[in-house]
Nanobody
Framework: QVQLVESGGGLVQAGGSLRLSCAAS???????MGWFRQAPGKERKFVAGISWKNVSDYNDSVKGRFTITRDNAKNTVHLQMNSLKPEDTAVYYCALGRTLFGAVRRTQSEYTYWGQGTQVTVSS
């Protein structure tokens, strides 16, 4: 069984930065990991993902502003968010991909375990 716990969310002004972390208990290697977000009244969407070999993928809306990294030895994944915008406001979820040694996928069904989420609020 895998448990994912996110941290690092909060309230920040537009243009500011936050760093989200996801700590995993149980085996996460060598599966891809991802970050999704869900804004109020909207569907949960893919934000960024990273494979076991550190190949990353980003939603176009965050490309150039967000950076995903992982530490396989510590079973952690991070999302550095810079130049935040009010439209980045959402609950952010960490997720573990289902396919061992797999590439990053953008669909939720490709992920088996999810964290409880952390709120990110960007004020204008």
């Amino acid at each position: 069984q895998v448990q994912l716990v996110e941290s690092g969310g909060g309230l920040v002004q537009a243009g500011g930065s936050l760093r989200l972390s996801c700590a995993a208990s149980g085996r996460t290697n060598p599966s891809p990991m991802g970050w999704f977000r869900q804004a109020p009244g909207k569907e949960r969407k893919f934000v960024a993902g990273i494979s076991w070999k550190n190949v990353s993928d980003y939603n176009d809306s965050v490309k150039g502003r967000f950076t995903i990294t992982r530490d396989n030895a510590k079973n952690t994944v991070h999302l550095q968010m810079n130049s935040l915008k009010p439209e980045d406001t959402a609950v952010y979820y960490c997720a573990l991909g289902r396919t061992l040694f797999g590439a990053v996928r953008r669909t939720q069904s490709e992920y088996t375990y999810w964290g409880q989420g952390t709120q990110v609020t960007v004020s204008s």
